[in-house]
């Protein structure tokens, strides 16, 4: 039980971070989705990320500095095996099931629903 | 502020007759810097509104004539809907008039679409010649000038003037598309959904346009598009002061000042604004961005906005009070903000503008007082 | 045109903001916590489901994720989501599913301008500048450590 709380609890924070950011300064939605998808890459490649993950699980995975971390460390795999090339390889394949389930079901439900108002 | 304009220092309290115009046989038909006096005031002979299902909920629903039940109104698109709209309200003001469409000379009218084309669809349906008019929210108090311009000159009989607007079509186009899970700050305002008719002739019984002042464009450096009503207040006060200057009236000459759409926000410094440069309007100003929703309960924060918000409140609620007698003259004055969004994610600030028109209550067959 | 001068302009800003409401931000950051904490607990719950089924973690972060995606895409069909993101601000944004709710909504929106134009470009209308960035950033800050010579995921040892 104790995985959904923490789950909970640091998802939620992050998002209260980025609710602050949102509402204290002139910066709209997609810029803060921007910005914090840049912290994580940041927060990753400085190795904070990655323990957070370990100890948080999807309260980490889930909000969008996540996908900057994911880029990044999947860089990282590659690069251990493949060398320098892998900066090419390795960040897409990491973000593969966000980016194309993302794609997948955006088209779908476009095609499928007609939009609200 | 100054304290010799309404908002910065170059406002002329007295009248520039210079570009007056004289011609001998007829009476100036200009007045000041920016005003146009109507020798033969036109007639606005009737109007009508078609609105949709929120603003059907607001406090003003029993003054529209057609609530829409929904903002797709079976069409195939939202800016179809919009279309629509602006052919109902067009059409049922021209049935109220009596008038057949062949009798009309032009269709002067303008939505917030790129190239107003939602106007432009109306008029190829109305089929009547069409001059479309521009300036955001402001445009149905330039739509009544021009009107009244062609009428007072004798280049027409009949004008029929509208505006629409749709709030998903606004909003995808200006701002962010409406699906999109995003919150909106407390100065946001919300596009109207709806269409506005008015039936304009050089004679006829119905309230008279009997001054215009077309609006400066004032910008006073705001830059965000989610708080309109702040960046278009400075221009309706410079429009108001100018008027007031050029007509050498007072606002208690008017029993309402009634202001487009800068909501509860805008509508409150403009009443400061103008009680900098010593006029008081006191309980005279009304906006229709503030009165067409709750003001709790609907969720549009500051209020509403958009050329259908004054064309709506203006043909619903402000005919009504003045055919009713509830108030004899009333200084329109809509307010736009000229922003695109190339021109806002550029960084640019927000031009604005206000136009005014003054609206009279007449007795069938009662001649001007002048 | 009347345009005012910088001095002017500031001058007129700090006026205009003694009339705008505060933003209600302890509401809007309580809201943002109980959404987005909720969505991550639900992302938890899938992924301790897909755990269950035997896949390790590092497997299950995948079908996770998509299950959250689907959800978010779903819900933004459905009329949904926007009014989650009104009440929960950032915690609906900022969790996967407002990733697929900003594909979703201009995707949806734009469909009448066609499956190419509408559908096809718009889909990275707001996602697009996301992916780009997190991009960009990533492999800036990989290139970083390898020229460092700190090669290595960079998380714990």
């Known amino acids: 039980m104790s995985s959904y709380a923490v789950a909970f609890v640091v998802g939620g924070l992050m998002c209260v971070l980025a609710q602050l950011v949102l509402d204290l300064t002139r910066l709209t939605a997609a810029h803060v989705m921007v910005l914090f998808v840049v912290l994580g890459a940041v927060a990753g490649g400085l190795g904070l990320y990655q323990p957070l993950v370990e100890f948080a699980g999807a309260g980490a995975m889930v909000p969008l500095p996540s996908f900057g971390n994911a880029v990044f460390q999947g860089i990282m795999e590659d690069v251990d095996t493949r060398g320098f090339i892998a900066v090419f390889t390795g960040g897409l394949t990491a973000a593969a099931w966000g980016i194309t389930s993302a794609i997948l079901f955006g088209w779908l439900v476009a095609a499928l629903f007609n939009p609200k108002g | ?370 | 045109m009347v345009q005012a001068s910088r001095e002017q302009a500031r001058r007129y800003q700090a006026f205009v903001r003694q009339y705008h409401p505060p933003r209600p931000v302890l509401r809007n950051c309580v809201l943002a916590f109980l959404v987005g904490g909720t969505i991550c607990a639900i992302g938890q719950g899938l992924l301790n489901l897909f755990m269950v089924q035997g896949l390790p973690l590092k497997e299950a972060t995948g079908p996770a994720l998509a299950v959250l995606v689907a959800m978010g895409a779903l819900l933004t069909g459905l009329g949904v989501y926007d009014d989650i993101g009104r009440i929960g601000g950032m915690g609906a944004a900022l969790p996967i599913s407002g990733f697929a709710n900003a594909i979703t909504a201009p995707a949806l929106e734009f469909k009448r301008e066609g499956y190419v134009f509408g559908i096809g470009q718009r889909l990275f209308q707001i996602a697009g500048p996301v992916v780009v960035y997190g991009m960009v950033a990533a492999v800036a800050m990989a290139t970083i450590r390898i020229v460092l010579g700190l090669t290595g995921t960079g998380g714990a040892p």
Not at chain 2, 346 to 353: F, L, R
Request: hydrophobic letters at 40%.
């Open chain 2, 1 to 370: 502020m100054d304290g010799r304009g309404p908002v910065l220092a170059e406002g002329e309290a007295g009248a520039d007759r210079r570009t007056a115009r004289r011609t001998p046989q007829r009476a100036p038909r200009r007045l000041g810097k920016q005003t146009v006096i109507f020798s033969h005031p036109p007639a606005i002979v009737s109007a009508a509104s078609v609105v949709g299902p929120m603003e059907g909920k607001g406090p003003l629903a029993e003054h529209f004539d057609v609530v829409t039940e929904n903002v797709l109104m079976g069409e195939k698109s939202w800016e179809r809907a919009e279309v629509r709209m602006m052919i109902e309200a067009s059409e049922l003001a021209l049935k109220k008039a009596g008038l057949q469409h062949r009798q009309v000379d032009w269709i002067l009218a303008g939505d917030l679409l790129n190239q107003i084309t939602c106007t432009h669809m109306a008029a190829r349906t109305l089929d009547i010649p069409a001059l479309g008019q521009f300036s955001a929210c402001a445009t149905l108090a330039q739509g009544l000038a021009v009107a009244g311009m062609i009428l007072d000159g004798g280049f027409g009989r009949w004008c029929l003037v509208g505006c629409c607007s749709h709030h998903d079509t606004a909003e995808r186009q200006y701002r962010l598309p409406t699906e999109f899970a995003s919150q909106r700050p407390p100065t946001a305002q919300w596009t109207v959904t709806g269409a506005g008719a008015f039936v304009v002739g050089a004679e006829g019984d119905g309230p008279v346009i009997t001054h215009a002042t077309l609006g400066r464009v004032v910008d006073m450096g705001l830059k965000d598009p989610y708080d309109m009503g702040s960046a278009m207040a400075p221009a309706a006060a410079d429009t108001i002061w100018q008027h007031l200057a050029d007509t050498h009236r007072r606002p208690e000459d008017y029993d309402l000042i009634v202001t487009g759409d800068l909501a509860h926000i805008g509508s409150a410094i403009l009443v400061d604004l103008l009680k900098e440069n010593g006029l008081d309007v006191g309980d005279r100003a009304l906006d229709c961005g503030a009165m067409i929703y709750k003001q709790s309960g609907q969720d549009v924060h500051a209020g509403g906005s958009g050329c259908g918000c004054s064309a709506t409140v203006v043909a619903g609620y402000i005919m009504n009070v003045l055919s009713r007698g509830n108030a004899r003259r009333v200084l329109l004055v809509c307010t736009g903000s000229l922003h695109s969004v190339t021109t806002y994610q550029q960084g640019e600030t927000i031009p604005c503008i206000a136009h005014a028109v003054v609206l009279e209550a007449r007795r069938p067959g009662q001649e001007e007082d002048r």
